[in-house]
């Protein structure tokens, strides 16, 4: 089993910047990619923001490159989301996910509020 932890959410002006952390206990030997994903206010689904493969190889959504970047520190087994220049139409909540040989993990999720 595989469980996810995040933090770094919280309330911020816009043009401010944000780092999410994702930290991953248990058989994180066997994940292969991480990535965040949010849902939007009103929205049903959840919209992919990054993704970061084991080996490094990164993903982003079209219009959020350049202003959030995924990175990972294996050792501590955590991905973080530096999310900078921050716009109100960021607002959502921001989950976790890792894919590994034993399924699919979502983290709880974690509030990302950008108003002034």
């Known amino acids: 089993q595989i469980q996810l932890t995040e933090s770094g959410g919280g309330l911020v002006q816009p043009g401010g910047s944000l780092r999410l952390s994702c930290s991953a206990s248990?058989?994180?030997?066997?994940?292969?990619?991480t990535g965040w994903y949010r849902q939007l206010p009103g929205k049903e689904q959840r919209e992919l923001v990054a993704?970061?493969?084991?080996?490094?190889?990164?993903k982003y959504r079209d219009s959020l490159e350049g202003r959030f970047t995924i990175s990972r520190d294996a050792a501590k087994s955590t991905v973080y989301l530096q999310m900078n220049n921050l716009k109100p139409e960021d607002t959502a909540v921001y989950y976790c996910?890792?894919?590994?040989?034993?399924?699919?993990?979502w983290g709880q999720g974690i509030q990302v509020t950008i108003s002034s």
């Open positions: 996910n890792t894919n590994s040989n034993i399924g699919t993990t």
């Open positions: 993704t970061i493969t084991r080996l490094g190889a990164k």
């Open positions: 248990g058989t994180v030997s066997n994940i292969y990619i």
